[in-house]
């Protein structure tokens, strides 16, 4: 595109030559004639002349240099969205979904599929499932019986959805995810064994949500489990039955939350984050990596961090003082060296009394 296509469709400003044109996104280090990249930090300000990149999106609090061996230099409101966006222009994705169903497809009588959608090899379709135009379903991905899936919905191949599951509207999953799999519910006996407890919900999955590779959302035991809309969640997650997901939160990879959970708008959960069960996080909260929220978090905005998870301030304060007691010099150290010196005084005084 040129610079100035480019720079129309992104909304931004063409500081440059608006005819000079690029192809491919690079990272801003290899970066050359005809690739476009971006540059939002203004810690890196000073790459900005040596920088020899056809077209570069930048912020615009970002001081240019009067020099430059830069084409195009594009002032957009947020550089890193807009190099996103110029990606998937620029390079769109490189899966072929053609529309049709394809002749191993497994395709109950009963189901509804939009005449655009794509149904790929050896995929299970079961009855009274509704699938809406423009969603493509990658190969041996299996969609039970009473699921409803909305419009322009991506399932990458292996992926299951089980019965009675509702999949809205440009939703990703990727490959090995499972909906709707039976919640963790089992009653204890008297002879201790353990009776297992129906999964008779289901789980609704909002508009605008993209699951991660072998990532798990289970099914609520008699209600909804809900993903809602916008929410990203990575690879390897596990959301546990009746939870609801706060719109737009991000879940990093690893990030278990037990059953009867509510995450609230905006939250980010760093990798490896555990949540106990029945608790309320609320919105704006972020969890950093490996923390464990063993209780509900009232207070919003906060950022926790450890195990137990605390506010992060006062977290890296018990962190702190636990390094001074337990350091060379702290005062475990200190008060080990006075008791030190009392054992030899007492001893000292045995002496002169002869041992006694």
Known sequence: MKASELAEWLDGDVVGDPGVQAAQPKPIEHAGPGDVTFLSNKKFESLLGSLTAGIVLVSRKIALPERSKVGAFIRV???????????????????????GIHPTAVIARSAQIADDVSIGPLVFVGERTQIAKGTRIGPLSSIGPDVVIGEDTLLHANTTVYHGCKIGNRVILHSGCVIGADGFGFAPRKDGSWEKIPQIGFVIIEDDVEIGAISTVDRGMMAATRIRRGCKLDDHVHVG???DIGEHSVLAAQVGISGSVTVGEHCLLGGQVGVSGHLQIAPRTTAMG????????????????????????EALKREAT???LISPKGELARMQQELAALRAELDALRKDRGGS
């Open 290 to 313: 490996r923390a464990a929220v063993l209780g509900s978090v009232i207070e919003p905005g906060q950022m926790l961090f450890g195990y137990p998870a605390r506010p992060r301030m």
């Open 241 to 243: 039955h009746n939870c």
């Open 77 to 99: 409101a947020d550089p890193y969205v807009a190099f996103a966006r110029t990606v998937g222009r620029l390079q769109p994705p490189a899966l072929n979904f053609d529309p």
């Open 322 to 324: 636990l390094t001074r």
